[in-house]
């Protein structure tokens, strides 16, 4: 492995993302108990990871604004898997 390889990846892993999306719940999915336990999984896992962030719910309108902000690559491994849920879009 080259040298500029290794501080290009030293970098990354070093670098401090803030993504922010917005998306719409499934009607089924816009609930006070959906929101809860987005929140409580979402601490519990994100706390390991050093992701910190923000939701806004907006529960007439079915919309969520998330603001996800740590490492990188971990924010974009985390981005990857919130694409994939289900209960929004």
Known sequence: MSLTKTLSQASMDNMFTRLVYSSKLLDEFNNYETMSNIISISQQNNSKLNIGGEIIWNSPKSSIIQIIEG???????????????????
């Open 71 to 89: 490492p990188s690559l971990c924010v974009n491994t985390l981005y990857n898997k919130i694409k994939n849920d289900t209960r929004h879009t």
